[in-house]
């Protein structure tokens, strides 16, 4: 199980996957956050993480997700 700790960036849902030795990179930062997102799922379907851990990692990545569908209809850069 993972450790109990704050979720609030994507960074910290990063460390959470890396916990379990899930690395995801595609190349395009919308695309990478939908594949966490899967891989939480995974991850909770399996059983090795718990229902808090997983729900606030699920808010962060839908938050994340919303923000970088907005950034790349406004067509802002980093």
Excluded: W
């Excluded at 395009?28 to 059983?47: N, S, T």
């Excluded at 938050?63 to 907005?70: G, P, S, V």
């Amino acid at each position: 199980m993972a450790l109990p700790r704050e979720y609030r960036t994507l960074y910290d849902v990063q460390q959470l996957l890396k916990e379990f030795n899930v690395f995801v990179y595609v190349g395009k930062r919308l695309y990478d956050i939908e594949l966490m997102a899967i891989e939480l799922d995974h991850l909770y379907e399996a059983g090795v993480v718990d229902k808090t851990t997983y729900m606030k990692a699920k808010i962060v990545l839908r938050k994340e997700h919303r923000e970088e569908e907005r950034r790349e209809k406004s067509g802002r850069l980093y």
